[in-house]
Nanobody, 127 residues
Framework: QVYLTESGGGSVQAGDSLSLSCAAS????????MAWFRQSPGKEREFVAA????????HYADSVKGRFTISGDNAKKTITLEMTRVQVEDTAVYHC????????????????????WGQGTQVTVSS
């Protein structure tokens, strides 16, 4: 079992920066990919960014590319999402996810590949 805990959410203004963190605990030795997804009321959960340590790659949704940066510590199994130039459309509950499968990260954007999910942290962006 893997447990994921997010932190760093809050209320900010459009154009500001915010950093989110996620820490994995439990049986983390087989965690090879970690990612951020977000969900707004009435909308499906959507991919934001991922880091694949087995594939040695990072991946981003087009909507956040160039504005958000994902980083992580493979030894500690933690990830951080640095959000810059945030927009009102970025308002959502951000969830951390972990994938136990070893891969190259090709399918890191697909919600179905992830085995564990955190409870989420709220990010609210005002204009």
């Amino acid at each position: 079992q893997v447990y994921l805990t997010e932190s760093g959410g809050g209320s900010v203004q459009a154009g500001d920066s915010l950093s989110l963190s996620c820490a994995a605990s439990g049986q983390t030795s087989s965690v090879y990919t970690m990612a951020w997804f977000r969900q707004s009321p009435g909308k499906e959960r959507e991919f934001v960014a991922a880091v694949s340590w087995s594939g040695g790659s990072t991946h981003y949704a087009d909507s956040v590319k160039g504005r958000f940066t994902i980083s992580g510590d493979n030894a500690k199994k933690t990830i951080t999402l640095e959000m810059t130039r945030v927009q009102v459309e970025d308002t959502a509950v951000y969830h951390c996810a972990a994938d136990l499968a070893y891969g190259d990260g090709t399918w890191a954007h697909r919600i179905g590949v992830y085995d564990y999910w955190g409870q989420g942290t709220q990010v609210t962006v005002s204009s």
